[in-house]
T-cell receptor, first 118, second 114 residues
Framework: GAVVSQHPSWVICKSGTSVKIECRSL??????MFWYRQFPKQSLMLMAT?????????EQGVEKDKFLINHASLTLSTLTVTSAHPEDSSFYIC??????????????FGPGTRLTVL | AQSVTQPDIHITVSEGASLELRCNYS??????LFWYVQSPGQGLQLLLK??????LVQGIKGFEAEFKRSQSSFNLRKPSVHWSDAAEYFC????????????FGTGTRLQVFP
């Protein structure tokens, strides 16, 4: 159980275009989803936290107008990179959390999406 | 500065050898501590976690980790490495115990030779 998928697994696009990445929880309902960015040989950096049905909370330094996040259902969140540029090329990873109860709730991670902007 | 440090970027071991991956944190209070493994094409998988209590934590795949408060460390160990353990390993912390915000170390790439 607790499987998270991402689509696509990789995408190549031209500079100036927009790209949408989907994150789905396949066998549980995710009240919260997280989006991370991972540069080569570096750590995962949290970009934003999204709760189903509400606006995402972005981390400091992340442009909310550039990285649009939608969490319209309990099993799907999308990240849209708008007007992508080569510096947006990266590995984008989502995670999903099942419950918002007290205490730590484990996040389950998707396999990631490799974005290359030409 | 507050941080999670994994001093070893890359480690190579022979199959069957023991393994220890280092993780140090620099925060005022003891955070929640985690180790994740990242294999190509797969999502990060939680190996083990420490919240409180027994400082030696057992995880999946034969891994264990020991929390040492005096050293602000949470090192991951395995007595005998298998070729399938080759992957990227991340130490992570949750600082605020009323949130689930994970802060990751820079990772250690493990290579296993037959």
């Amino acid at each position: 159980g607790a499987v998270v998928s991402q689509h696509p697994s990789w995408v190549i696009c031209k500079s100036g275009t927009s790209v949408k990445i989907e994150c789905r929880s396949l066998d549980f309902q995710a009240t919260t989803m997280f989006w991370y960015r991972q540069f080569p040989k570096q750590s995962l950096m949290l970009m934003a936290t999204s709760n189903e049905g509400s606006k995402a909370t972005y981390e400091q330094g992340v442009e909310k107008d550039k990285f649009l996040i939608n969490h319209a259902s309990l099993t799907l969140s999308t990240l849209t990179v708008t007007s992508a540029h080569p510096e947006d090329s990266s590995f984008y990873i989502c995670s999903a959390r099942a419950s918002s109860g007290q205490g730590f709730n484990e996040q389950f991670f998707g396999p990631g999406t490799r974005l290359t902007v030409l | 500065a507050q941080s999670v440090t994994q001093p070893d970027i890359h480690i190579t071991v022979s199959e069957g050898a023991s393994l220890e991956l280092r993780c140090n944190y620099s925060y005022g209070a003891t955070p929640y501590l985690f180790w994740y493994v990242q294999s190509p094409g797969q999502g990060l998988q939680l190996l083990l976690k420490y919240f409180s209590g027994d400082t030696l934590v057992q995880g999946i795949k034969g891994f264990e980790a020991e929390f040492k408060r005096s050293q602000s460390s949470f090192n991951l160990r395995k007595p005998s490495v298998h070729w399938s353990d080759a992957a990227e390993y991340f130490c992570a912390v949750v600082l605020l115990r009323n949130t689930d915000k994970l802060i990751f170390g820079t990772g250690t790439r493990l290579q296993v030779f037959p």
